[in-house]
Protein backbone atom coordinates (compact mmCIF):
# COMPACT_ATOMS: atom_id res chain seq x y z
CA UNK A 1 0.00 0.00 0.00
CA UNK A 2 1.33 3.37 -1.01
CA UNK A 3 1.69 6.08 1.73
CA UNK A 4 -0.90 8.15 0.00
CA UNK A 5 -3.39 5.27 0.21
CA UNK A 6 -1.97 4.56 3.99
CA UNK A 7 -3.40 8.89 4.29
CA UNK A 8 -6.34 8.28 3.17
CA UNK A 9 -7.15 5.26 5.50
CA UNK A 10 -6.22 6.87 8.43
CA UNK A 11 -8.41 9.89 7.28
CA UNK A 12 -11.53 8.03 6.94
CA UNK A 13 -10.49 6.48 10.35
CA UNK A 14 -10.37 10.06 11.81
CA UNK A 15 -13.43 10.93 10.16
CA UNK A 16 -15.58 7.57 11.48
CA UNK A 17 -14.20 8.14 15.36
CA UNK A 18 -14.71 11.98 14.99
CA UNK A 19 -18.58 11.13 14.68
CA UNK A 20 -21.41 13.67 15.05
CA UNK A 21 -18.74 16.26 16.17
CA UNK A 22 -18.22 19.19 13.69
CA UNK A 23 -14.97 19.73 12.07
CA UNK A 24 -14.29 22.47 14.14
CA UNK A 25 -15.39 20.86 17.52
CA UNK A 26 -13.00 18.42 17.21
CA UNK A 27 -10.72 20.07 16.03
CA UNK A 28 -11.08 22.83 19.24
CA UNK A 29 -10.86 19.82 21.14
CA UNK A 30 -7.89 18.21 19.82
CA UNK A 31 -5.88 21.38 19.51
CA UNK A 32 -5.50 22.02 15.97
CA UNK A 33 -6.92 23.94 13.19
CA UNK A 34 -10.46 22.91 11.30
CA UNK A 35 -8.40 23.24 7.90
CA UNK A 36 -5.74 20.93 9.36
CA UNK A 37 -8.10 18.60 9.89
CA UNK A 38 -9.95 18.80 7.20
CA UNK A 39 -6.55 17.75 5.46
CA UNK A 40 -5.96 14.61 8.00
CA UNK A 41 -9.96 13.73 6.61
CA UNK A 42 -9.07 13.58 3.29
CA UNK A 43 -5.58 12.33 3.47
CA UNK A 44 -3.87 15.44 2.21
CA UNK A 45 -1.52 15.37 5.08
CA UNK A 46 -1.02 12.96 7.77
CA UNK A 47 -1.17 14.07 11.13
CA UNK A 48 2.49 13.75 13.94
CA UNK A 49 2.24 11.37 16.27
CA UNK A 50 1.49 14.09 19.21
CA UNK A 51 -1.60 14.93 17.10
CA UNK A 52 -2.83 11.39 17.05
CA UNK A 53 -2.00 10.41 20.63
CA UNK A 54 -4.33 13.77 21.43
CA UNK A 55 -7.33 12.68 18.97
CA UNK A 56 -6.95 9.12 20.63
CA UNK A 57 -7.01 10.45 24.12
CA UNK A 58 -10.28 12.66 22.97
CA UNK A 59 -12.19 9.81 21.56
CA UNK A 60 -10.84 7.46 24.17
CA UNK A 61 -9.05 5.13 21.92
CA UNK A 62 -5.79 3.69 21.56
CA UNK A 63 -3.51 5.55 19.37
CA UNK A 64 -2.97 2.74 16.41
CA UNK A 65 -6.86 2.70 16.15
CA UNK A 66 -6.20 6.01 14.14
CA UNK A 67 -2.84 5.28 12.95
CA UNK A 68 -3.17 1.85 11.56
CA UNK A 69 -7.00 0.85 12.10
CA UNK A 70 -5.71 -2.14 15.44
CA UNK A 71 -7.64 -2.38 18.03
CA UNK A 72 -8.40 -5.03 20.84
CA UNK A 73 -11.83 -3.76 21.61
CA UNK A 74 -14.92 -4.64 20.24
CA UNK A 75 -16.17 -0.79 20.35
CA UNK A 76 -13.11 0.42 18.95
CA UNK A 77 -13.44 -1.55 15.97
CA UNK A 78 -17.53 -0.31 15.90
CA UNK A 79 -15.95 2.85 15.90
CA UNK A 80 -13.33 2.53 13.29
CA UNK A 81 -15.68 0.86 10.95
CA UNK A 82 -18.15 3.41 11.63
CA UNK A 83 -20.70 1.36 12.88
CA UNK A 84 -21.42 3.21 15.56
CA UNK A 85 -22.89 6.66 13.53
CA UNK A 86 -23.01 4.35 10.33
CA UNK A 87 -26.13 6.18 8.29
CA UNK A 88 -27.90 8.05 11.98
CA UNK A 89 -24.41 10.11 12.32
CA UNK A 90 -24.61 11.76 8.39
CA UNK A 91 -26.37 14.93 9.89
CA UNK A 92 -26.29 16.91 6.49
CA UNK A 93 -28.70 13.62 5.25
CA UNK A 94 -32.44 13.94 5.79
CA UNK A 95 -34.77 10.79 7.21
CA UNK A 96 -35.88 10.25 3.35
CA UNK A 97 -32.63 10.01 2.16
CA UNK A 98 -31.38 7.94 4.98
CA UNK A 99 -34.37 5.77 5.11
CA UNK A 100 -33.16 5.06 0.60
CA UNK A 101 -29.43 4.47 2.13
CA UNK A 102 -30.48 1.98 4.30
CA UNK A 103 -33.34 -0.10 2.88
CA UNK A 104 -30.36 -0.01 -0.64
CA UNK A 105 -27.79 -1.84 1.70
CA UNK A 106 -30.43 -4.71 2.06
CA UNK A 107 -30.96 -4.86 -1.86
CA UNK A 108 -29.84 -6.84 -4.10
CA UNK A 109 -26.41 -6.61 -6.50
CA UNK A 110 -29.24 -6.42 -9.44
CA UNK A 111 -31.09 -3.70 -8.32
CA UNK A 112 -28.20 -2.06 -6.80
CA UNK A 113 -26.37 -1.92 -10.39
CA UNK A 114 -29.92 -0.30 -12.01
CA UNK A 115 -30.14 2.22 -10.08
CA UNK A 116 -26.20 3.13 -10.10
CA UNK A 117 -26.36 2.95 -13.49
CA UNK A 118 -29.66 5.68 -13.37
CA UNK A 119 -27.94 7.53 -11.50
CA UNK A 120 -25.04 7.84 -13.97
CA UNK A 121 -27.94 8.47 -16.64
CA UNK A 122 -29.02 11.54 -14.67
CA UNK A 123 -25.58 12.92 -13.96
CA UNK A 124 -24.77 12.60 -18.23
CA UNK A 125 -28.23 14.13 -18.36
CA UNK A 126 -27.12 16.95 -16.16
CA UNK A 127 -30.54 16.03 -14.03
CA UNK A 128 -29.35 16.57 -11.22
CA UNK A 129 -28.27 19.92 -8.69
CA UNK A 130 -25.20 20.88 -8.64
CA UNK A 131 -25.44 22.96 -5.41
CA UNK A 132 -25.76 19.46 -3.39
CA UNK A 133 -22.55 17.88 -5.03
CA UNK A 134 -19.68 17.44 -2.20
CA UNK A 135 -16.55 18.78 -4.71
CA UNK A 136 -14.21 16.66 -2.12
CA UNK A 137 -16.07 13.72 -2.55
CA UNK A 138 -17.95 13.79 -5.69
CA UNK A 139 -14.71 12.56 -8.18
CA UNK A 140 -14.53 9.46 -5.66
CA UNK A 141 -18.58 9.12 -5.77
CA UNK A 142 -18.38 8.94 -9.50
CA UNK A 143 -15.57 6.00 -9.84
CA UNK A 144 -17.70 4.42 -7.38
CA UNK A 145 -20.78 4.85 -8.93
CA UNK A 146 -19.28 3.67 -12.71
CA UNK A 147 -17.37 0.47 -11.35
CA UNK A 148 -21.18 -0.35 -9.69
CA UNK A 149 -22.81 0.20 -12.94
CA UNK A 150 -20.45 -1.43 -14.76
CA UNK A 151 -20.14 -4.44 -12.40
CA UNK A 152 -16.03 -3.78 -12.25
CA UNK A 153 -16.64 -4.09 -8.38
CA UNK A 154 -19.65 -5.18 -6.74
CA UNK A 155 -21.79 -2.85 -4.11
CA UNK A 156 -19.69 -2.91 -0.81
CA UNK A 157 -22.34 -2.44 2.02
CA UNK A 158 -21.60 -0.43 5.55
CA UNK A 159 -21.21 -2.63 8.86
CA UNK A 160 -24.00 -2.23 11.27
CA UNK A 161 -22.92 -3.06 15.11
CA UNK A 162 -26.18 -5.71 14.46
CA UNK A 163 -24.66 -6.94 11.50
CA UNK A 164 -20.73 -7.22 12.78
CA UNK A 165 -22.32 -9.28 15.68
CA UNK A 166 -23.69 -11.71 13.60
CA UNK A 167 -20.64 -12.01 11.56
CA UNK A 168 -18.49 -12.53 14.69
CA UNK A 169 -21.17 -15.07 16.11
CA UNK A 170 -21.11 -16.98 12.79
CA UNK A 171 -17.33 -16.86 12.89
CA UNK A 172 -16.83 -18.18 16.54
CA UNK A 173 -20.05 -21.25 15.25
CA UNK A 174 -17.66 -22.18 12.20
CA UNK A 175 -14.49 -22.12 14.55
CA UNK A 176 -16.43 -24.51 16.87
CA UNK A 177 -16.89 -21.94 20.01
CA UNK A 178 -20.08 -21.94 21.79
CA UNK A 179 -21.19 -18.77 23.29
CA UNK A 180 -21.09 -21.16 26.31
CA UNK A 181 -17.19 -21.64 26.02
CA UNK A 182 -16.59 -17.57 26.34
CA UNK A 183 -17.30 -17.41 29.84
Do not use: H, W
Amino acid sequence: MTQEEDAKLMGRRIRALRGNRTQADFAELVGVTRSALANYETGRTVPSRFVVMKMASALGVAPSAISAGQTDSFEELALILGAKSAINGMNDLTNDEKAVIRCLRACEGEIIKNIAKEILKALQEKKFERSLLDNLTFPDDYIAINAIASEARGFERGITVKSLQSMMERLGEASGIADDDTD
